[in-house]
């Protein structure tokens, strides 16, 4: 089946500074991707989508100038916490369809836990 | 506005029967998901229903009525490593996903 790999799985890192995390589709191609944030008990809340070779598009709320996405391939898409505060400290999850119809299920990297000291 | 509400927490035992239940109202319907997600851990799929009835998969069904804006998840012989939160998710017109808070599911011996 479908595989969405995430890495990395844990950082932790300083306030000020910026973690990168990646997306990877194995083994099919991903025009479109879909970056989440998931506090503790709550449910999934969609960031934003990333589109390959385009801008991506960003959920009322989230500041793309902190939260940066690129898409660079039908592969691979990035998602860059910049300047990372301790409220930014959540379950950062990717995702993606194996499939071309728009209801087509979502495959879901295995997340990245950032904790932000 | 669009609402999905499951039930916070549900406890079942060893080998019985449960049945997660979720309701929904949205802007337009392109069908239910049901994801399984352990703690710590990403979701995984589970089911997909666009068309009322029943679909059973192994130990697992899920069930739409469109009309009543209504599905549940069924889970039979349940086993301990079943203990996990289970997420309804309907797609609306736009083809968004709307997340419900998710079922934390759990299982006693």
């Known amino acids: 089946g479908a595989v969405v790999s995430q890495h990395p799985s844990r950082v932790i890192c300083k306030s000020g500074t910026s973690v990168k995390i990646e997306c990877r589709s194995l083994?099919?191609?991903?025009?479109?991707m879909f970056w989440y944030r998931q506090f503790p008990k709550q449910s999934l809340m969609l960031m934003a989508t990333?589109?390959?070779?385009?801008?991506?598009?960003?959920e009322q709320g989230v500041e793309k100038d902190k939260f940066l996405i690129n898409h660079a391939s039908l592969t691979l898409s990035t998602l860059t916490v910049t300047s990372a505060h301790p409220e930014d400290s959540s379950f950062y999850i990717c995702?993606?369809?194996?499939?071309?119809?728009?209801?087509?299920?979502?495959?879901f990297g295995n997340g990245t836990r950032l904790t932000v000291t | 506005g669009q609402n999905i509400d499951q039930p916070t927490e549900m406890t079942a035992t060893e080998g019985a029967i449960v049945q997660i239940n979720c309701t929904y109202q949205?802007?337009?319907?392109?069908?239910l998901f049901w994801y399984q997600q352990h703690a710590g851990e990403a979701p995984t799929f589970l089911s997909y229903?666009?068309l009322d009835g029943l679909e059973e998969k192994g130990r697992f069904s899920s069930f739409l009525s469109r009309s009543k804006g209504y599905s549940y998840l069924l889970l039979k012989e349940l086993q301990m490593k079943d203990s996990a939160s289970y997420l309804c998710?309907?797609?609306?017109?736009?083809?968004?996903?709307?997340w419900g808070a998710g079922t934390k599911l759990i299982i006693k011996p």
């Open positions: 995702s993606a369809r194996d499939g071309t119809a728009d209801n087509s299920p979502l495959h």
């Open positions: 083994d099919f191609q991903a025009t479109t």
């Open positions: 990333s589109n390959e070779g385009s801008k991506a598009t960003y």
């Open positions: 949205t802007s337009g319907f392109n069908g």
């Open positions: 229903n666009v």
């Open positions: 998710a309907v797609m609306d017109s736009n083809y968004q996903l709307i």
